[in-house]
């Protein structure tokens, strides 16, 4: 749709395509089709360059608009407008220029188009001196993963009525300036309240013309692109596509065409988006080593190996590169997998979590995916054990205590390490662990490995992470250390 506003309304019109550009990231390229449009200017099939396409070979072409398209999860969007022409004598094109009628990316109007087609909208600007005689124009769709479609003629069989469109400018729309504006938006406003003191009668009317008026002034100003066919109620369908490709192929279903100033407003009705393939959803640590993935539809869990999956971003250098193990998380052929890192991350630790290429995971329906920009994998751990308190209770012995219980047949001698002691030989790993009394509480007591002098302290730390677990199984997440009290005195 073209979207037209009074040019005071200028910021609000930057806002809103600054915002399609900051959210809609440039999808795969794999995720990518390409509309043509090919112009012969002149009318003439003997001069210009002849292309190949799936109905025949279009000649006379002077120039070609491409208007690129691909899938993303925010849906389809067109990602750029270029313009091409044609080098004499060599049937070839030169570099491609964009071209400046419409601002992208910009949304495609899914399902909007003739036959639940979806909608692709461009634009070309007429050239300065416009051929008297209308222009003779082709379109055709292709990918890189499929073949394609051209609309050729007016009901797209051969031998058809060519395709023509006038490229004659339309007559101009009045523009005001900024300050014009406003100044005229002024008076109208004063005029109409002097109306209305006067005349409190008519004040029904005296309003409604007053905003009439103000709304007049959304024909003044630019034309935007966004994917919306309100505006093309009532424009005639340019031709037809009576013989389509089939489901399985790119389709042009039909064209539209109408002159806008010094543009040429083009509508496309095509199914020939590639479709986008699984995309992630979100992704969460569950274990230290453990990453859980859910994906927007079910996998074939058949397609899924851990090398599809490359994490970045942990503070932990070991754990950021490819997968290492992978599990379908309990249901075969649902949305979620596990992965196992490379190495476990440490307490509060994030990171990030990409497909390593286009086409390493496929849905249900057989569609590999074709998005493979990074998620940011967030920390869904419990806290699990930690360290609440530790005493020395014998000159061999410290009672540790942490901040609930712990599953005892977790625990080991090495998983304790102490430091600290002016004793150096007790700052080690422990060497022998009893459960100070009751299995499975709080409180456990580890024997140093050299017993200690009078008063002495020192520090006592978790030896790794997920070293400890608690009575529901969450493993410890931290390691920092803390200090060993003397229980014992002189």
Do not use: K
């Amino acid at each position: 749709m073209r979207f037209v506003r009074v040019r005071g309304t200028r910021l609000g019109t930057i806002l809103l395509a600054a915002a399609w550009v900051t959210l809609a990231a440039p999808p795969s390229a794999s995720a990518q089709a390409s509309f043509e449009t090919y112009l012969d200017l002149d009318d003439d099939p003997a001069t210009g360059c002849a292309v190949a396409t799936v109905d025949g070979v279009f000649s006379g072409i002077e120039e070609r608009l491409s208007t690129r398209v691909a899938a993303s999860p925010s849906g389809p969007l067109v990602l750029s407008l270029s313009r091409a022409i044609c080098m004499a004598g060599t049937n070839s094109f030169a570099s491609a220029e964009a071209v400046a009628c419409g601002v992208t990316p910009y949304p495609v109007g899914v399902g909007a188009g003739a036959a639940g087609s979806d909608v692709i909208e461009t634009c070309y600007p007429l050239p300065p001196d416009p051929p008297e005689s209308p222009a003779r124009i082709g379109f055709v769709v292709g990918d890189q993963t499929s073949g394609g479609d051209a609309l050729l003629t007016l009901t797209g069989t051969s031998g058809g009525s060519d395709i023509v469109v006038s490229l004659e400018p339309a007559a101009g729309v009045p523009s005001v300036s900024d300050g014009t504006a406003l100044v005229l938006l002024i008076i109208l406003c004063v005029t109409g309240a002097r109306l209305l003191r006067r005349h409190r009668e008519v004040a029904a009317p005296v309003l409604a013309l007053v905003w009439l008026i103000g709304m007049s002034g959304v024909a003044w100003g630019l034309t935007l692109l966004n994917g919306l066919i309100d505006d093309w109620t009532g424009v005639p369908t340019l031709a037809v596509d009576a013989t389509p490709t089939g489901p399985e192929s790119p389709n042009i279903e039909a064209v539209f065409a109408q002159v806008e100033g010094a543009t040429l407003f083009l509508r496309i009705d095509s199914n020939g988006i590639p479709p986008l393939g699984p995309v992630i959803l979100a992704a969460r640590i569950v274990d230290v080593d453990t990453v859980e993935i859910t994906f927007d539809r079910p996998i074939d869990d058949s397609t899924v190996s851990a090398a599809d999956f490359a994490f970045s971003g942990f503070a932990t250098g070991g754990a950021n590169g490819i997968g290492v193990a992978f599990s379908t998380a309990g249901i075969a052929n649902d949305a979620v997998v596990r992965i196992t890192l490379a190495a476990s991350i440490g307490p509060g630790e994030s990171g990030g979590l990409a497909l390593v290429a286009p086409g390493v995971v496929t849905d249900l329906d057989g569609t590999s995916n074709v998005y493979t920009d990074p998620v940011l994998v967030t920390n869904g751990l419990p806290p699990g054990p930690g360290l609440l308190a530790a005493q020395t209770i014998d000159v061999d012995t410290v009672e540790i205590t942490f901040d609930g219980p712990v599953d005892d047949s977790s625990v080991s001698p090495a998983d304790f390490a102490f430091g600290g002691f002016a004793t150096s030989a007790a700052n080690a790993n422990g060497i022998a662990f009893s459960t100070a009394g009751i299995a499975n509480d709080a409180v456990v007591r580890i024997t140093l490995a050299a017993s200690i002098g009078p008063d002495e302290t020192g520090l006592v730390a978790l030896s790794g992470i997920g070293v400890i677990t608690d009575l529901g199984g969450v493993p410890n997440t931290g390691t920092a250390p803390i200090p060993v009290i003397d229980g014992v005195g002189p």
